[in-house]
């Protein structure tokens, strides 16, 4: 997904393009829920705001994740939503603080013991709306929003996420894979 408007964003189909990566794959299996729910869903154990945890995931089945192309912004349960915002800030309107803002850190599970921390920058989760006037206005990616219908808490990995780590749906393996983005292929 290209965050670049004039840029094209692609879609391969059987394979992989390597020029979209920037970095190694990593594995990640799809979580124990996706088996119930059609989703592609994934387990994190942990998010992290300026390199600190808030303790946002359940200790024993983290937070369930869905890997959404279909979502333009990164959503969750309003309950974990708003305390992450808070820790966040306010985004100012006229994007004058976006570099000032804390990075935001998904922790995933790879089996073996290893995780990953998959960062987003102040840059991938705000973004830039162009309003009715004509002017730019800058705006957080996170939402507050109960996918779960109050059954199972779920995460939205949304276009953000997307647009910063090249994923690979794997439905032989039940398995996601994600490198870092090429920001030069975009």
Not at 12 to 40: E, I, R, S
Not at 160 to 175: C, D, I, K
Request: aromatic share 10%.
């Amino acid at each position: 997904l290209s965050s670049n408007q004039t840029a094209s964003s692609a879609l391969v189909l059987g394979g992989t393009d390597p020029k979209y990566a920037a970095g190694d794959f990593v594995y990640t299996k799809v979580a124990l829920a996706a088996h119930l729910l059609p989703y592609w869903l994934i387990s994190a154990k942990d998010i992290t705001v300026g390199g600190a945890s808030l303790s946002l995931c359940n200790k024993l089945f983290g937070c369930e994740m869905v890997v959404d192309t279909g979502t333009s912004i990164l959503a969750g349960p309003p309950s974990a939503v708003q305390p992450l915002i808070n820790k966040i800030g306010n985004v100012t309107a006229d994007c004058s603080n976006v570099h000032t803002l804390p990075n935001i850190s998904f922790t995933f599970a790879l089996g073996g013991g290893k995780s990953q921390d998959m960062v987003l920058t102040p840059e991938q989760y705000t973004y830039k709306a162009t309003l009715a006037t004509g002017e730019t206005q800058c705006e957080c990616g996170l939402f507050a929003f109960d996918a779960g219908e109050g059954i199972l808490p779920l995460w939205i990995l949304g276009d953000p996420f997307l647009r910063s780590y090249f994923a690979v749906f794997n439905r032989g393996t039940n398995m996601i894979q994600f490198a870092p983005s090429n920001p030069k292929a975009q």
